[in-house]
Nanobody
Framework: QVQLVESGGGLVQPGGSLRLSCAAS????????MGWFRQAPGKEREFVAA????????YYADSVKGRFTISRDNAKNTMYLQMNSLKPEDAAVYYC???????????????WGQGIQVTVSS
């Protein structure tokens, strides 16, 4: 089993930045893909970013490409999402996830965090 806990969310003004963290416990994550998803009120959950086990390749949704950066520190069993140039449409509950398979598919992820709120507002 893998337990995931997100942190670092909160309220930020448009154009600002936040750094989300996802701390994992229960298993070593060196053989898992890790990803971030988000869900805004009234909308479906959507893929945001993913990173391969080694941390050397990353994948992003078109909506966040160039603004968000995903990274991982396997020694700390932690994943990060640096979010820059935030827009109101980025506001959502962000979920950390771990699994195997296609990085962009929600079905690839077996373990999910509780989620953390990101609010982008003036």
């Amino acid at each position: 089993q893998v337990q995931l806990v997100e942190s670092g969310g909160g309220l930020v003004q448009p154009g600002g930045s936040l750094r989300l963290s996802c701390a994992a416990s229960g298993r070593t994550l060196g053989f898992y893909i890790m990803g971030w998803f988000r869900q805004a009120p009234g909308k479906e959950r959507e893929f945001v970013a993913a990173i391969v086990p080694s941390g050397t390749s990353a994948y992003y949704a078109d909506s966040v490409k160039g603004r968000f950066t995903i990274s991982r520190d396997n020694a700390k069993n932690t994943m990060y999402l640096q979010m820059n140039s935030l827009k109101p449409e980025d506001a959502a509950v962000y979920y950390c996830a771990v699994g195997r398979g296609s990085p962009g598919a929600g079905s690839s992820y077996e373990y999910w965090g509780q989620g953390i709120q990101v609010t982008v507002s003036s």
